[in-house]
């Protein structure tokens, strides 16, 4: 459904207050202690500019659509940077429901970029050039690929987890 998408959809590149939104977002990344907290809070991020895109793509001005594409690539490369520090002995101890909630998150969010990819895809087709849908597939891989990879990280870590806390 559109408005389930549209509705995690923050302040949109162009709007008056987005750089308060992303400085707001940045200040809670830089205030969070906790890993699995500060991966969570970084997907939230990634979903909101997501639905950013999602919205922009509605209007004729592609201008601001391409940039939330590329605000969205920089929050999952945050979140992806989280995702690959290292864990302390303190992250290890801490409960798998914790990975858990997070792998479903972010399954949950590889499956919203996909479906976000194919009405965006769909309403570009007839705004857009042929190279310029080329271009834009481009970019919606590289974010399927990255979401999927950050899927599987936590899938493994989890996998780790589990074994550790077997032992």
Known sequence: DETVLDAEAGRAPGSLFYGLDRMMDNIKLGITRSK????????????????EANK??????PERFERALQE??????????????????EDV?????????????LMNHTEKVTAIKNRILERQAGRMSAEQIAKL?????????KAIEQ????SMKQEKLKEKYKE
């Open 36 to 51: 699995e907290r500060k991966a969570e809070i970084a997907l939230k991020i990634a979903e909101e500019r997501m639905a």
């Open 56 to 61: 922009l793509s509605k209007l004729n001005k």
């Open 72 to 89: 969205q690539e920089k929050a999952q490369a945050k979140l992806d940077k989280i995702l690959n520090e290292n864990s302390t002995a």
């Open 93 to 105: 101890e801490k409960d798998l429901g914790v990975e858990s909630r997070l792998q479903m998150r």
């Open 137 to 145: 597939k481009e970019v919606f891989a590289r974010i399927e690929q």
């Open 151 to 154: 899927e599987n990280k936590t």
